[in-house]
């Protein structure tokens, strides 16, 4: 047994770093727990009923957009819908809400990739965010496949691939651990080839090279699973302050206790009490 170790503060998205299996810290404050370490022991949360914005730091009832206080949700560019859906992008109207937070974020390259947590699905993500962004959704398998300039044209290219697969996980199945194996090069190609007439149009619109085939290798990602739950359950801190069970597994950004699942970036800003 490791020695018990009590933490407390804010939490923010766990770090992950990809690895056989991927390694997982939790963080609260500037407190850090290795949860790899903690694997088949007992580890308790207990909400303390304080959340702070992530952004600016003052507290607030209640959390918006994952971790924000509502002043912040109504006022940056990250919280507002066009992150969600990069094809509603509104910075050429001149109606961004933070232009040079958009001109840093936003008009950087952007991949689109096919991954898979529970089955096929098309994402896109900065250039910057991988593999990060494939370990947050639980991912078993990713590919990046093309790379635009923008995220808005991401957000094009995205919006035709959901002529042909979705763009959500289905999470309880991604903690189940039920993903089938896919062959995401032979899944590329053929949506390539159904959707050239789609991608045609976008590059006349955005230039011929503003679409480009990337020639990346498959990804693979193991986590740190003792046993997937085979039945989904989970907990809320709004709905009961302490979460507390055996730590069976972390994937994605969830801890999987034999008491219940907790997704922990849901949670962000919440200030928590940690035994572990
Ligand atoms: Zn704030």
Redesign the pocket.
């Given at each position: 047994m490791t020695e018990t170790t009590t933490l407390q503060g804010c939490l923010t998205k766990m770090a992950v770093e990809p690895g056989s299996p991927a390694r997982y810290t939790l963080r609260a404050g500037e407190a850090r727990l290795d949860l790899n370490a903690r694997l088949g022991q007992s580890l308790r949360l207990t909400w303390t009923g304080a959340i702070a914005?992530t952004?600016?730091g003052?507290a607030t009832r209640k959390s918006f957009g994952q971790g924000?206080?509502y002043?912040?949700f109504k006022t940056l560019a990250q919280c507002d819908t066009c992150i969600m859906k990069p094809e509603l992008c509104h910075f050429f109207q001149g109606t961004c809400r933070e232009p040079d937070w958009g001109e840093r974020h936003c008009f950087q390259p952007h991949v689109v990739y096919l991954a898979n947590a529970s089955g096929l699905k098309v994402g896109i993500t900065r250039a910057t965010q991988v593999p990060t962004r494939w370990l947050d959704q639980g991912a078993v398998q990713a590919l990046p496949i093309l790379e635009v300039d923008s995220r808005q044209q991401s957000g094009f290219v995205e919006v035709l691939f959901k002529e042909q697969v979705s763009d959500r996980t289905n999470w309880r199945a991604m903690l189940k651990g039920e993903a089938e194996a896919l062959d995401l090069a032979a899944e590329r190609d053929r949506l390539l080839d159904a959707l050239a007439g789609g991608l045609a149009n976008l590059r006349e619109r955005f230039g011929d090279d503003a679409i480009r085939l990337l020639d990346a290798p498959p990804r693979a990602f193991e986590y740190p699973v003792l046993e997937h739950p085979r039945k989904v359950v989970s907990h809320n801190f709004d709905k009961s302050p302490e979460v507390a069970g055996t730590l069976l597994g972390i994937k994605g950004q969830y801890l999987i206790l034999d008491s219940g699942v907790i997704n922990l970036r849901k949670f962000t800003g919440y200030e928590v009490a940690v035994e572990a």
């Open positions: 914005c952004h600016c003052r924000h206080c002043p912040c």
